[in-house]
């Protein structure tokens, strides 16, 4: 009896090898690890799905809007599907929040998936992990850092006219005295407000349709940022990459220079042991 309570204590004593942990690390650790590879086991799983969601909320979301007259049960299924994936998003935020070991850092460093789940005009920027695939088009280009940028730029261009376009159309139409009218008025509107332009022949006159603007114009404000600094970046590198050259053919002629100044002083001191030669055998 008392040999099986020293062995029982033995083994509560050894140290915890098991579900990835450590050898002598606490049980906590290993279970940690345990919830960080099924989060990202599931973040993996959840990819490609969420991305089709984003995509068919962003469709359902635009059909009503460009065709106002569509059918009540057209109307009516797109509005299922936007709820199905208002759903979707939900579940996803759920199960990566249950499974994050520090779920406040988890909630602070996924503002955006929140916001998403919020404001259902923002789950279209789902779709920007679809802008990946155009590295297939340019693998050059995927390769840096720059050429990533430009990438990412382009499709939140695109998405951000895109969105901004639909909401502003949906939240001026019918108001009285608007001037955006239809899904064309929209996109024209989102297109000179977002390259700074601004005609104001098209303008939102809605509380909601103004705090639209202003998200536009800020995200357009950005937008132009990253690409002033991205062409910024790239003249820095075009001219660094001359002068490296410009100096390196100043070396390489510097050191031509030199072997040649090394072979004239050669040649002097042959060419004075030579004359010194006879007048050391006349003496």
């Given at each position: 009896m008392s040999r099986t309570l020293d062995?029982?204590?033995?083994?509560?004593?050894?140290?915890?090898?098991?579900?990835?942990?450590?050898?002598?690390?606490?049980?906590?650790?290993?279970?940690?690890?345990?919830?960080?590879?099924?989060?990202?086991?599931?973040?993996?799983?959840?990819?490609?799905?969420?991305?089709?969601?984003?995509?068919?909320?962003?469709?359902?979301?635009?059909?009503?809007?460009?065709?106002?007259s569509l059918p009540i049960g057209a109307v009516t299924a797109c509005g299922w599907v936007l709820t199905g994936t208002w759903i979707a998003f939900g579940v996803d935020y759920a199960v990566r929040l249950g499974l994050a070991e520090r779920r406040w850092q988890f909630v602070r460093s996924n503002v955006l998936d929140l916001v998403v789940i919020g404001l259902p005009v923002l789950r279209p920027l789902r779709l920007l992990r679809l802008v990946a695939l155009l590295s297939v088009l340019n693998r050059a280009g995927a390769r840096s850092l720059r050429g990533r940028v430009v990438t990412y730029v382009c499709g939140a261009?695109?998405?951000?006219?895109?969105?901004?376009?639909?909401?502003?159309?949906?939240?001026?139409?019918?108001?009285?005295?608007?001037t955006i009218t239809s899904a064309g008025d929209g996109l024209w509107w989102a297109v000179t407000t977002i390259t700074t332009v601004g005609y104001g022949d098209r303008y939102p006159v809605s509380a909601t349709g103004r705090v639209i603007a202003v998200a536009l114009m800020v995200g357009g404000i950005a937008l132009l940022g990253v690409v002033t600094a991205t062409i910024a970046s790239w003249l820095v590198d075009r001219v660094q990459q001359e002068n490296e050259?410009?100096?390196?053919?100043?070396?390489?002629?510097?050191?031509?220079?030199?072997?040649?100044?090394?072979?004239?002083?050669?040649?002097?001191?042959?060419?004075?042991?030579?004359?010194?030669?006879?007048?050391?055998?006349?003496?």
């Open positions: 062995g029982e204590k033995a083994n509560s004593q050894e140290p915890n090898c098991f579900r990835g942990a450590p050898c002598g690390s606490p049980v906590g650790n290993g279970a940690s690890i345990v919830n960080v590879n099924r989060r990202e086991r599931w973040e993996r799983a959840a990819e490609w799905p969420l991305t089709a969601a984003a995509l068919a909320f962003l469709v359902a979301y635009a059909v009503p809007i460009v065709r106002p261009t695109v998405l951000l006219i895109g969105t901004a376009a639909l909401a502003v159309t949906e939240a001026e139409r019918g108001v009285p005295g608007a050259q410009e100096q390196a053919a100043t070396r390489a002629q510097v050191r031509a220079l030199a072997e040649e100044v090394a072979a004239l002083r050669e040649l002097l001191i042959a060419q004075r042991e030579t004359d010194e030669a006879p007048d050391r055998s006349v003496s």
